[in-house]
């Protein structure tokens, strides 16, 4: 190790680049296992954000299975997932350019199942007794924002989907018994989100395919019930049991069916369910006969155990904090893994032993440790006196330290959703600022989930208030504690993150700058533009559209410019179906004719989120780039120029 220079925060060199980021990285989704052969999906930044299913199989040699040209995506409830199949030999997917079904057996060209049109598939499972998958569907012949959603069979020989269950907005985990006699699945209606109140439903399957005597299990909101339950993720045993996961106690907790009544496995104040933003999450399975094998999670750390009725799950001794993606299969789990320490991996574990093995790691990067932030799980005092939560990253770096009396500046991310929380597992983005000298806090305020219902519903009717709230006072107490420098405090995030990041701007006065991606500017707009699935999101997070418009008004910062200030970068997908462009572009420019010093970054062909290298690439160092120019440090390496206008020139 060399000798440890002394350089202001910002201005340290890294070896955790953008280029290193993104040429080695690959997202890893749906682990699968069929046979002796596990399954998974990569979403691949180098090939323009490509889905492409991997095999591995019995003797460790890895394929692609899905063709060139092709990507196993599906985009229903526009974020997908669920978009492939491992079974019988053949490997099912959904085809993102043209949204059909195909067919892609060993040694044989991939072959459409569906015909072309507007429908698209997901979710989807074997029938191999009827010779059919039954999936779920979204038909968008008739046009416009809502297209229909169903469950339906297509028959493996190729042909239209059969609708099996239909009238409710949404549906998604058709799972059937093993003995083929009966089907479970999930709806939910507007306004509900599947985290607000879903239904789960059984039906007999009869001898021509159709599902007879159809019956609710659990789930669902009755009349006058503000509460509500949420069911996430059926499952029937190898014995014919139908288990699944509630919230009825205030917590995602595992349930069986039996005798006709659900029975809590285990009441504890954990979390064994995650808001179902796309589909084929899973938690948990069957290792044999009953047996379970489950993640779950407490104070925002994931843990994976093994789980019986009537006993606390007996935790695993594995070094993971962030599980999903659970899969059982031939004496063996797989799925998806990270820590604080190591990124997302793809991982098998002999849940007898907990001896693990890594199949497919997300990054090809080795970074040494000198490098690497250590989080540290935070509780914080807000609004109401209230407690929230957050994992911080102080700087790191073995190779510098800041001058005597510099404290580093902070990044508070506001992650997406808003339903959802923040990850553990070891993101290179983060450390791509804190080895360079930022400290960065990841804020699961209040409305994240891992920390119950309750927790979950502080958000209820006050998005904008609660979230901002929550971002504010944890820069605040980092301050207070002298750990970050009061006079450098930006805020960033993505969607709904993007969305609290500018509504601290402008209805705060605690950030010196902020940067948004793909977030939204104007609540109005987004109810009455965005896709089915968000579209009566709102309703709870702020209130009936348009009985509460002038709520809406008040909460959306693009109608409050004029209090904002400080400097804004904003990013944006050109093909973002959920949050269109303009939403940024109005921001833009209002900024810009008021004088504030903000910059605006488009991208072709990108949407919801970037997939494609070099746009992220241009995320990563445009924003660093602005924090450079706006908190007045040198970067140690030269990052391609954001155009900022508005920018005072410095002196001389």
């Known amino acids: ?38 399954y998974w999906l990569e979403m691949r930044p180098r090939e323009k954000g490509r889905y492409v299913v991997v095999r591995r199989d019995a003797g460790g040699a890895v394929t692609d299975v899905t063709p060139e040209g092709m990507s196993a995506r599906t985009r229903v409830h526009e974020y997908g997932g669920g978009s492939y199949l491992a079974t019988g030999g053949a490997v099912y997917f959904s085809n993102d350019a043209d949204a059909r079904l195909y067919v892609q057996r060993q040694g044989a060209a991939a072959r459409a199942l569906t015909p072309e049109g507007e429908i698209r598939y997901a979710d989807f499972i074997p029938d191999a007794a009827r010779g059919r998958l039954i999936t779920v569907c979204e038909d968008h012949r008739g046009g416009g ?88 993720q059926p499952r029937w045993s190898p014995g014919g049991v139908l288990h699944f996961v509630s919230d009825r106690t205030g917590w995602w907790n595992l349930y069986r069916l039996k005798d006709g009544e659900p029975e809590a496995l285990y009441p504890m104040e954990a979390e064994f369910g995650m808001p179902q933003w796309v589909f084929r999450m899973s938690t948990y399975d069957f290792t044999g006969g009953e047996r379970i094998i489950c993640a779950f999670t407490s104070g925002g750390m994931w843990s994976l155990g093994r789980l019986r009725p009537g ?59 000198g490098y690497i932030s250590r989080v540290e799980s935070i509780e914080f005092p807000t609004e109401g006196g209230l407690t929230a939560h957050a ?42 600022l804190t080895s360079r000298g930022f400290a960065v806090v990841d804020v699961n305020y209040g409305g994240s989930t891992g920390y119950g219902r309750e927790y979950r519903k502080r958000l209820e009717g006050r998005w904008g208030v609660v979230d901002v709230d929550d971002c504010c006072n944890a820069a ?123 910059a605006y970054v488009a991208f072709e062909g990108e949407q919801h989120g970037f997939r494609q290298a070099e746009n992220i690439k241009r995320a990563l160092d445009g924003e660093f780039y602005f924090y450079s ?21 410095a002196p001389g």
């Open 145 to 232: 924002r809502h297209p229909k959603n169903f469950i339906a069979a297509v028959p493996i020989a190729g042909g239209e989907p059969a609708v099996l269950a239909g009238g409710c907005d949404f549906y998604s985990n058709p799972r059937l018994s093993p003995d083929g006699g009966r089907l479970s699945w999930l709806s939910w209606n507007h306004p509900d989100m599947p985290w607000d109140a879903s239904e789960l439903w059984a039906a007999d399957v009869g001898d021509d395919g159709s599902l007879k005597n159809p019956r609710h299990i659990a789930g669902g909101r009755s009349a006058g019930d503000a509460e509500g339950e949420s069911i996430f």
């Open 476 to 598: 605040r107490f980092l301050v207070e504690a002298g750990s970050v420098d009061g006079g450098r405090l930006a805020i960033a995030g993505g969607s709904a993150g993007g969305y609290t990041t500018l509504c601290a701007l402008v209805f705060r006065e605690v950030f010196h700058a902020g940067a948004s991606r793909y977030g939204v500017s104007d609540a109005e707009t987004l109810a009455t533009e965005t896709h089915k699935f968000e579209s009566r999101y709102l309703d709870r997070l702020i209130g009936p559209y348009p009985e509460a418009r002038d709520l809406y008004v008040a909460r959306s910062p693009i109608h409050f410019v004029e209090r904002l200030s400080c400097p804004v970068i904003f990013f944006q997908g050109l093909e973002d179906r959920i949050v269109p462009p303009d939403q940024a572009e109005k921001m833009f420019e209002a900024l810009r004719e008021r004088g504030v010093p903000v």
């Open 629 to 649: 120019r706006i908190f007045a440090f040198e970067p140690a390496e030269r990052i391609e120029p954001v155009e900022i206008s508005n920018l005072p020139r």
């Open 391 to 432: 994992l911080f990253y102080p700087p790191a770096n073995r190779d510098f330290e800041a001058p005597e009396g510099e404290l580093p500046p902070l990044v508070v991310h506001s992650h997406g959703g808003p339903t959802g929380a923040a990850r553990s597992a070891m993101s290179l983005s983060t450390q791509y």
């Open 311 to 369: 006993a606390p799950p007996e935790k695993l001794d594995l070094p993971f904090t962030q599980i999903s993606g659970v899969c059982a299969g031939g004496g063996g789990v797989v799925c998806i893994a990270g820590s604080p320490a190591s990124p997302n991996a793809l991982v098998s574990i002999d849940p007898g032993t907990a001896e693990y093995g890594i199949i497919r790691k997300s990054t090809d990067v080795e970074i040494d440790e």
């Open 1 to 38: 190790m060399g000798k440890i220079r002394t350089a202001p925060c910002g201005s340290w060199a890294s070896p955790i680049t953008s280029d290193l980021i993104v040429s080695g990285t690959t997202g890893l989704m749906e682990p699968q296992i069929c046979g002796d052969a596990v």
